[in-house]
């Protein structure tokens, strides 16, 4: 399984774009990158995934460079409840073994 | 959409009690997965069913912790004795397939004593 390093914490401000970076060196020919976000006391929750280049959705963006050992999930314009733990996975969706959540990167967002 | 269920939300034992805890997935959800996450951590998989077959447990301490979905619908993660080093949050995860997107439920507070 491909090892994932990511910043223990973030400090921001309000209306700022976040950006994320989680490096995964081994990362394998068949994997994906996802990113969950959790908030206390709830489960985690999906916030994205792309295999190269650039994946947007309503939420995020996630930039993965040309070689894939890296990637930085995007936050545009942040808010106070944007404060939460944000883990990237590494892994192949197909078989199933993108489950090694990490330590994950602490955002807080000040007003 | 009902998302995934969890029960109870919280539980307090004392050592070497046995507890069990209970998760219905989301309806069509073929993938479930069990998760420990201790405090200031991220979730740990303990195990993975795909239907009711397991796909993977091998962080799961068998000699304490057992799980069952029959059926193929909801699951049952038991502890059996539980050690404090057990205090934690159960999560429970479902996928419709591959490992696309996890929904979690609301995960089980579990407190050893």
Request: hydrophobic share 35%.
């Amino acid at each position: 399984l491909a090892k994932t390093t990511q910043p223990i914490s973030m400090d921001s401000y309000e209306g700022q774009e976040v950006n994320i970076t989680c490096s995964h060196n081994n990362i394998a020919t068949n994997d994906y990158i996802t990113w969950y976000q959790q908030f206390p006391s709830q489960g985690p929750r999906f916030i994205i995934q792309g295999y190269k280049t650039k994946v947007t959705n309503e939420v995020a963006s996630l930039f993965i460079p040309a070689d894939r050992k890296s990637s930085t999930l995007s936050l545009p314009r942040v808010s106070l409840s944007d404060t939460a733990v944000y883990y990237c996975l590494v892994g192949d969706p197909v078989i199933g073994n993108m489950l090694t959540f990490g330590g994950g990167t602490r955002l807080m967002v000040k007003p | 959409e009902a998302g995934v269920a969890q029960s109870p939300r919280y539980k307090i034992i004392e050592k070497r009690q046995s507890v069990a805890f209970w998760c219905n997935p989301i309806s069509g959800h073929a993938t479930l997965y069990w998760y420990q996450q201790i405090l200031g951590q991220g979730p740990k998989l303990l195990i993975q069913f795909q239907n009711n077959g397991v796909v993977d447990d091998s962080q799961l301490p068998k000699d304490r912790f057992s799980a069952e979905r029959l059926k193929g619908v909801d699951s049952t993660l038991k502890i059996q004795p539980a050690k404090l080093e057990d205090s934690a949050v159960y999560l429970c995860a479902s996928s419709f397939g591959g490992v696309g997107e996890q929904f979690f439920g609301p995960g089980t507070r579990l407190t050893v004593l």
